[in-house]
C-alpha cells in the first residue's frame, strides 16, 4: 500500500496535546512511487498543505518539502494553528497534471472528504501519560475470587443474606433465567481480588477495572441502591481500600465503575423522591428523576428497577459528579484513591426527547476528575458509534463494539455463529466478514476519534455483556484476535476468564465463576497453553512502546490476512494476522525499515521475531516484494529499526 501517510502519532505530529492558539507542525510522508486511488501513479505534485476550518472558515497551509526521497519517501510539513479545541484538519495534494486528493482519517480519496473524518487536533486536557501503555483486565467482583474470610459466607452461615439474594455455590452453574439471572450470588469479594492479584500481574496487567461495588438488589450491581459506600458482601469500604493499595504496590492502577445514567429503584434518592411525589411534598429528590404527572417515571431502557437521572437538577450534580464533596471525587481521593471511572451506558446520560445534557455532565465529570486527581483516567461506554462524543473534550476512551469487537467477531467467528444478544450485539447472527472487511468497518468507525482517544480507546474482545469470544470463534483463531486487540492502537482488555478460554453464549453465560482449582492444580494442557499465550501477548505489549503511542500504517490486507506496523523513531513493529493459510505481498518500499535482501525468499534484513512463527521474506526476482505467508490461523510480529525521519 505505497500511499501517502499522516496519523497522529509523534513521527508526524510535534505536539498532540496543545494548547489553544498553539501553532503544531504536521508532516505527511509520500512514497516517490505513491499510487492514487484509481490505482495509477499520483506523479508529480505540484501543491501539498493542510486545510482546516476552524470557527467553519476554511484555512489552508502550504506545506514545505523538509526532506526529499528518505528511503524512497518525500517529507512535507505544515502548521496549523489551534484556533477551536477540537480543530480538525485534512491534507490535499494536487498533483502537476491537476489532479486531486484528500488525505483524512478515512484515507485517500480522489474527492472532497468530510469534516467528520478530519484528523484532530485537541487542546483540551489530554488522557495520563500511562493510560495508552495499559493492559486492562475487566472483573465482575462476585465471580471472580472468594477471599478466606468471605462475608458472604459468614452471612450465610448465619442466615442473614437479602432477602433477594438466591445463594449459590462456587462450582454451582449459572441461572440465566429470571430471577436467577440477576439475584443468583456466588460470594466473591474484593478480598478475593486481592489475594489473587499475583495472577494479574503474572498477565502483564497493569489495569484492573472492576464492575460496580456499591450496594444494589442484584449480582451485577448497575442498579444501586447507594453511592455513599462499598458493599458490605464484598467487604465495605475496607476492602476496597485494602485492594487499591495491595494493586498499587504491584504496579496495578484501579478503576471504578459508575451508572450516571441511572440508579435503583432501591436508591435512598429514589425512595425520598417517590415519597415526595406521592406525599406532594418539596424534596430536592424528586428532580433527580423524570416523573410523569401519574406518578410513573422514566428508566433505562423501559426496566422499572433502573429509574432514569435527570441531569437538569443542580443538587443532583452537586451531589454525584460537582465539586469535592460529590461522589466521583470521594473515591479518587484518599483512603480509597480509585484510579479513574469507567461510565456505564454513558451515550445515553443526560438525553431523553428533546433534552440533551450529555455534553454538560460529561465536563463536569472531568472537571471535578481534574480537581480531585489529574492523574486519572475517564472511560465512557457507547454501545453505537461513538465518535460524536468522543473528541476529547471528557471521555479520555471509549468501551465500544463498532471500531474493534464486532469487525473482529465478523472475521474471526465461524460463519453463521449466533450473535447472543446484549449490549454489545445485536440479535440475530454474526455477519461474516473477510480481513478486507473487518479493515474497512474498523477504519470507518476509528475515523471519527481523535487519535489520542483512539489510544485510550478500549480493544475488547469482549465483555460482561457479551458472549465469549471463544465460544464460536474458529480454530486456533483466538490468539489472533488477542493479538491484534494488544497491537492495534487503543488499550488491550482481558475479560476475567478469557485468558483460560472460558466460554458462554451471551453476556449472563459469560458471568461464571473463575475456575480457580483448574488454575491452581495447572493440569489442564489445553488451559496453560491459552494462559501461556495471552502471557506472551501482554509483554509484546508491555516490552515495545510503540505499540502504545506509535503510529500505524496498513501493509497489506487481502481475504484472509491483514499486515500493519506501528511506527515510532527508535523501532517499529510489524504485525501480520491471519484466520486461516494465507499469503500477503506488499512492495518491499512499503516497508524501508527492513532494507534489502541479496537473495530471493530470504529473510529481510534488520528483522527480529517478537512473537509467532509465520514466514517475512523478500521475493522476486530483485527482492522488489515482501511476503508474508502462515499455513493456517496465525498471529506473528517483527520487530524492526524505527523509521528514519528527518530532524524538526
Not at 307 to 336: H, I, M, N
Not at 347 to 376: F, Q
Not at 446 to 465: C, E, K, Q
Request: hydrophobic share 45%; charged share 25%.
Amino acid at each position: 500500500m505505497l500511499t501517502p501517510h499522516h496519523d497522529g502519532s509523534p513521527l508526524h505530529v510535534s505536539n498532540a496535546a496543545p494548547a489553544l492558539g498553539e501553532v503544531v507542525r504536521v508532516r505527511l510522508r509520500v512514497p516517490r512511487s505513491a499510487i492514487a486511488t484509481d490505482g495509477t501513479p499520483i506523479g508529480v505534485l505540484a501543491w501539498v498543505g493542510t486545510r482546516s476550518n476552524p470557527n467553519r472558515e476554511p484555512r489552508f497551509d502550504q506545506a514545505r518539502l523538509v526532506a526529499a526521497d528518505v528511503d524512497g519517501w518525500d517529507w512535507y510539513e505544515a502548521s496549523v494553528e489551534v484556533e477551536n479545541p477540537e480543530h480538525g484538519y485534512r491534507w490535499l495534494l494536487v498533483g502537476a497534471d491537476g489532479r486531486q486528493h484528500w488525505l483524512s482519517q478515512a484515507g485517500l480519496s480522489d474527492v472532497e472528504t468530510r469534516d467528520h473524518d478530519d484528523f484532530r487536533l485537541v487542546a483540551h486536557a489530554p488522557a495520563p501519560a500511562w493510560a495508552a501503555g495499559s493492559v486492562m483486565y475487566q472483573v465482575f467482583p462476585d465471580r471472580f475470587a472468594k477471599s478466606d474470610a468471605s462475608p458472604y459466607d459468614a452471612r450465610r452461615a448465619a442466615g442473614d443474606l437479602p432477602e433477594w439474594l438466591i445463594p449459590a455455590d462456587w462450582d454451582d452453574a449459572v441461572d440465566p433465567e429470571p430471577p436467577g439471572r440477576s439475584h443468583q450470588v456466588f460470594g466473591g469479594d474484593l478480598d478475593g481480588v486481592r489475594e489473587r492479584l499475583d495472577h494479574l500481574a503474572s498477565l502483564g496487567v497493569d489495569l484492573l477495572y472492576l464492575t460496580p461495588v456499591f450496594p444494589a438488589r442484584s449480582n451485577h450491581r448497575y442498579d444501586a441502591s447507594t453511592f455513599g459506600r462499598v458493599d458490605d458482601l464484598l467487604g465495605g469500604d475496607d476492602a476496597l481500600v485494602r485492594l487499591v493499595e495491595a494493586a498499587h504496590a504491584r504496579g496495578i492502577r484501579v478503576i471504578g465503575d459508575l451508572t450516571s445514567n441511572h440508579s435503583g429503584d432501591a436508591h435512598e434518592w429514589f425512595r425520598l423522591a417517590q415519597d415526595a411525589v406521592r406525599s406532594g411534598a418539596d424534596a430536592a429528590e424528586r428532580g433527580f428523576y423524570f416523573f410523569r404527572p401519574d406518578g410513573s417515571y422514566e428508566s433505562w431502557l423501559g426496566v422499572p428497577s433502573l429509574p432514569k437521572f435527570d441531569w437538569s437538577s443542580t443538587e443532583l450534580r452537586r451531589r454525584f459528579v460537582e465539586g469535592p464533596d460529590s461522589v466521583v471525587a470521594k473515591y479518587l481521593r484518599a483512603p480509597f484513591s480509585l484510579d479513574g471511572w469507567r461510565i456505564d451506558v454513558a451515550n445515553m446520560t443526560g438525553r431523553l426527547g428533546d433534552v440533551d445534557l450529555n455534553a454538560e455532565v460529561r465536563r463536569a465529570i472531568r472537571r471535578t476528575m481534574l480537581e480531585a486527581n489529574p492523574d486519572t483516567i475517564l472511560l465512557a461506554e457507547s454501545t453505537n458509534d461513538a465518535a460524536a462524543d468522543f473528541q476529547g473534550d471528557a471521555w479520555h476512551g471509549a468501551m465500544t463494539y463498532a471500531p474493534f469487537t464486532r469487525p473482529l467477531w465478523s472475521w474471526l467467528q465461524r460463519p453463521g455463529s449466533p450473535a447472543g444478544g446484549g449490549i454489545g450485539f445485536a440479535l440475530g447472527r454474526v455477519p461474516s466478514f473477510t480481513a478486507r472487511q473487518f479493515v474497512d468497518a474498523h477504519l470507518r468507525f476509528a475515523a471519527g476519534f481523535p487519535w489520542r482517544v483512539r489510544l485510550a480507546t478500549m480493544n475488547a474482545l469482549d465483555t460482561h455483556d457479551t458472549p465469549r469470544f471463544a465460544t464460536n470463534a474458529r480454530p486456533g483463531t483466538q490468539p489472533v484476535a488477542f493479538g491484534l486487540a494488544v497491537t492495534l492502537p487503543g488499550i488491550p482488555v482481558i475479560w476475567a476468564g478469557d485468558e483460560l478460554g472460558l466460554t458462554g453464549v451471551d453476556g449472563e453465560a459469560s458471568r461464571t465463576p473463575m475456575p480457580w482449582a483448574a488454575i491452581d492444580e495447572g493440569d489442564d494442557p489445553g488451559l496453560a497453553s491459552t494462559l501461556g499465550t495471552y502471557r506472551a501477548l501482554a509483554r509484546l505489549r508491555r516490552e515495545y512502546p510503540v505499540l502504545a503511542t506509535g503510529g500505524i500504517r496498513w501493509v497489506a490486507v487481502g481475504d484472509e490476512a491483514v499486515a500493519f506496523v506501528r511506527e515510532a523513531a527508535d523501532a517499529s513493529v510489524l504485525v501480520f494476522a491471519a484466520r486461516d493459510a494465507a499469503r500477503l505481498e506488499a512492495p518491499a518500499g512499503v516497508l524501508p525499515q527492513l532494507g534489502g535482501s541479496a537473495e530471493p525468499d530470504a529473510s529481510p534484513a534488520s528483522t527480529l521475531v517478537a512473537f509467532g512463527s509465520a514466514r517475512l521474506a523478500a521475493s522476486g526476482e530483485a527482492s522488489d516484494c515482501l511476503a508474508l505467508e502462515a499455513d493456517g490461523p496465525a498471529f506473528a510480529a517483527w520487530l524492526m529499526p524505527g523509521v528514519a525521519a528527518p530532524a524538526r
